[in-house]
Antibody, heavy 123, light 106 residues
Framework: QVQLVQSGAEVKKPGASVKVSCKAS????????MHWVRQAPGQGLEWMGW????????NYAQNFQGRVTMTRDTSISTAYMELSRLRSDDTAVYYC????????????????WGQGTLVTVSS | IQLTQSPSSLSASVGDRVTITCRAS??????LAWYQQKPGTAPKLLIY???TFQSGVPSRFSGSGSGTDFTLTISSLQPEDFATYYC?????????FGQGTRLEIK
């Protein structure tokens, strides 16, 4: 069965960086884009971007351009999301989510999600 | 593309029929998905391509619409359906979500 297991909660100071991991199993990791979505406390969902695990290509939301870096290690079927220059309003739960369509075809949904990683930014 | 859900919150009883609407600021064809989220858990995919069930989703959930106007209907509410529901457009980047509809027990 498909599983996405994320790394544990983090507490960071303003200006620092955080790197969240997402280990995939139960499917061909390189066959499906991986998205990252965040949710601030009590708020809605915000898409951050995707990585193509096959090529390493990325597409970032404009709101995060210059601060986010998505990478992957295909040898261990793990995707990473690093966010730099953290601010207090980056406090949120960060999710990885698998694209439902294979091979970069036009995505129709995110069919599996990780359990979420709480990142708290506080001085 | 902005997605506006209505209502933002809703109180209903077990057995009720409930409809949530999602309006897009421009046409998105059928590139719309619906998710259910319970407190402390990740969103769960219910419907994609506006009206296609995700495997394992109960048949009391249904979706319809295309272009700019979409609906999610729960035909007979069950206790486990009380949650927050989000629509999502995947027609163009950036992918966006509606603000959510919180479904509460009356």
């Amino acid at each position: 069965q498909v599983q996405l297991v994320q790394s544990g909660a983090e507490v960071k100071k303003p200006g620092a960086s955080v790197k969240v991991s997402c280990k995939a199993s139960g499917y061909t990791f390189t066959g499906y884009y991986m998205h990252w979505v965040r949710q601030a406390p009590g708020q809605g969902l915000e898409w951050m971007g995707w990585i193509n695990p096959n090529s390493g290509g990325t597409n970032y939301a404009q709101n995060f351009q210059g601060r986010v870096t998505m990478t992957r290690d295909t040898s261990i079927s793990t995707a990473y999301m690093e966010l730099s220059r953290l601010r207090s309003d980056d406090t949120a739960v960060y999710y990885c989510a698998k694209d439902s369509e294979a091979g970069g075809m036009a995505t129709t949904s995110f069919d599996y999600w990780g359990q979420g990683t709480l990142v708290t930014v506080s001085s | 593309i902005q997605l506006t859900q209505s209502p933002s919150s809703l109180s209903a009883s077990v057995g009720d029929r409930v409809t949530i609407t999602c309006r897009a600021s421009q046409g998105i064809s059928s590139y719309l998905a619906w998710y259910q989220q319970k407190p402390g858990t990740a969103p769960k995919l219910l419907i994609y391509a506006a009206s296609t069930f995700q495997s394992g989703v109960p048949s009391r959930f249904s979706g319809s619409g295309s272009g700019t106007d979409f609906t999610l209907t729960i035909s007979s509410l069950q206790p486990e359906d009380f949650a927050t529901y989000y629509c999502q457009q995947l027609n163009s980047y950036p992918i966006t979500f509606g603000q959510g509809t919180r479904l509460e027990i009356k």
